[in-house]
């Protein structure tokens, strides 16, 4: 617990930053790639081709135990937080590259503002998010006992969220320390136990959540409302406008050509008053002549 808090404490005093992403790269989301099996991989870093090109990536927020005992101060160090011995912690460290390993054999989401890592390689290193099919691979880590929390050198940009994804992954650490797996059950001999109804294997991307925490909302474009009638003109169900009612004296010449296609019982009222259905009188033999013989007449 006074690791937890002690670490917790300088997440919050220092902002959690010292090299945060540059403005000029934004988040990225990288899909269909592939593990690739490197003698430096270990739980927390580890080698990744995505479409021909190969990267190295750090998870944030975590830290596994390492593979090989040449950074000795840092062996011992790891082997201290956990109470075990340096073979121990080691062999914590083979379990979970080999945890990362299995995880990342299925299809994964890398997210990352390739934000410098640091390392020995030629090959630059990355900080990033990784989100297998059942979860965060860092929560995942941490619920198994087979990394720790720890303070990040880094700050992912536009990460509103760092203290809440913090105390969740303290959450997890207790939890795995409470159930004596990982490294929490070595000297139990439950190093290879895994958690009991784990928290992080719920399918759960955590990435919008560090990104918007509760109560934040992302702004997006206001919609534009779609066109509704007006409140004084007759709608149907469909949505469509109900016809209305011919003002013969306002309307245009092409209105009232359409409104002789119209059914006769659309027309039943004139300036608010029935129309009284009527015979139209029976044209003469010779008011028709004439018609004709305009209707033919060439135009001078």
């Known amino acids: 617990m006074k690791h937890a808090t002690r670490w917790l404490l300088i997440l919050i005093s220092s902002g959690l930053a010292t090299a945060p992403c540059p403005a000029s790269a934004p988040w990225v989301t990288l899909q269909g790639g592939h593990y690739l099996i490197k003698r430096p991989n270990d739980g927390d870093s580890f080698h990744v081709s995505v479409e021909g090109h190969e990267y190295i990536f750090r998870l944030y927020f975590v830290d596994a135990p390492e593979t090989s005992a040449e ?6 160090e790891q082997a201290t937080y956990f109470g075990v011995t340096v073979d121990q912690v080691l062999q914590v460290g083979e379990l979970a590259k080999e945890f990362t390993r299995e995880k990342l054999a299925d299809s994964f989401l890398v997210r990352t503002c390739w934000e410098d890592a640091g390392g020995r ?3 630059q290193r990355f900080y990033a998010f990784v989100q297998t099919r059942t979860g965060d691979l860092g929560e995942q880590l941490v619920e198994n006992g087979l990394a720790r929390a720890h303070p990040a050198t880094a700050k992912p940009e536009g990460l509103t969220s760092a203290a809440v994804e913090w105390k969740n992954l303290i959450k997890l650490e207790h939890k795995a320390k409470r159930e004596k797996i990982g490294g ?26 560090f990104f918007h925490p509760a109560g934040e909302m992302p702004v997006q474009a206001t919609a534009k ?5 007006e409140a004084s003109e007759e709608t149907t169900p469909s949505g469509f406008p109900a016809q209305t009612k011919l003002d013969v004296n306002t309307a245009s010449l092409a209105e009232l050509e359409r409104s002789r296609n119209w059914p006769i019982h659309r027309r039943t009222h004139y300036r608010g008053a029935p129309i009284q259905k009527r015979r139209r009188p029976a044209t003469s ?16």
């Open 71 to 76: 950074f000795r101060d840092r062996v011992e």
């Open 121 to 123: 390689s030629r090959l």
């Open 184 to 209: 929490w059950g070595a000297n139990e001999e439950r190093m290879t136990v895994r958690a009991q109804q784990p928290e992080s294997e719920r399918g759960i991307d955590p990435f919008d959540k």
């Open 225 to 229: 409302p779609a066109a509704t009638p």
């Open 285 to 300: 033999q010779g008011n028709r002549r004439r018609q004709t013989i305009r209707k033919d007449s060439p135009i001078l």
